[in-house]
T-cell receptor, first 114, second 114 residues
Framework: NAGVTQTPKFQVLKTGQSMTLQCAQDMNHEYMSWYRQDPGMGLRLIHYSVGAGITDQGEVPNGYNVSRSTTEDFPLRLLSAAPSQTSVYFC?????????????FGPGTRLTVL | GNSVTQMEGPVTLSEEAFLTINCTYTATGYPSLFWYVQYPGEGLQLLLKATKADDKGSNKGFEATYRKETTSFHLEKGSVQVSDSAVYFCALSDRGFGNEKLTFGTGTRLTIIP
């Protein structure tokens, strides 16, 4: 199993550009989520999905869109990038039925918006 | 709402020193508690977990005990190594089907010097 994979690893955007951060998992996990990591703030939940076709907002959803058409994939879209979205983005997954809610994280995407 | 408060870093210790990283939480229900570790340039990995009061999680020489009376989950290690240098995150997760959201602390950067 590859686990949770994320692409790209690094990305530089100009203000106003759009892009999609890719996330895929091969563990057949139902629950997937996106976090952003900023210095001194830990990880904050952006969006999450409890299964294909179902998504919901987390703590900091503004400026981001998600969709979940398959169990495996959970892309994060930035429609019009802003410097405030400069961050490291992590995708995570967990089997909904897990009693202890352990989440498995991807390696992250470091995004810089100029 | 749920929250996690972690000891602020950075923390610098000499090799073989005793480590404690404090973590306290606020939660409305009966959360599961976790310590995640992030090594340089990598995503988060689960270090240890505890799912009910008085449970002790342990892994790689690290330990933490779920203390409901003090709402704490402090991380300890008796003798740290240079390879333990990383950022450590305390986190909690509400139990319940379809509610696998993690709330993270801000992280504590640990540096071990030889």
């Amino acid at each position: 199993n590859a686990g949770v994979t994320q692409t790209p690893k690094f990305q530089v955007l100009k203000t106003g550009q759009s892009m999609t951060l890719q996330c895929a998992q091969d563990m057949n996990h139902e629950y997937m989520s996106w976090y952003r990591q900023d210095p001194g703030m830990g990880l904050r939940l952006i969006h999450y999905s409890v299964g294909a076709g179902i998504t919901d907002q987390g703590e900091v959803p503004n400026g981001y869109n998600v969709s979940r058409s398959t169990t495996e994939d959970f892309p994060l879209r930035l429609l019009s990038a802003a410097p405030s979205q400069t961050s490291v983005y992590f995708c995570a997954s967990t089997p909904t039925s897990a009693a202890y809610n352990e989440q498995f994280f991807g390696p992250g995407t470091r995004l810089t918006v100029l | 709402g749920n929250s996690v408060t972690q000891m602020e870093g950075p923390v610098t210790l000499s090799e073989e020193a005793f480590l404690t990283i404090n973590c306290t939480y606020t939660a409305t229900g009966y959360p599961s508690l976790f310590w995640y570790v992030q090594y340089p340039g990598e995503g988060l990995q689960l270090l240890l977990k505890a799912t009910k009061a008085d449970d002790k999680g342990s892994n790689k020489g690290f330990e933490a005990t779920y203390r409901k009376e003090t709402t704490s989950f402090h991380l300890e290690k008796g003798s740290v190594q240079v390879s333990d240098s990383a950022v450590y995150f305390c986190a909690l997760s509400d139990r319940g089907f379809g509610n696998e959201k993690l709330t993270f602390g801000t992280g504590t950067r640990l540096t071990i010097i030889p």
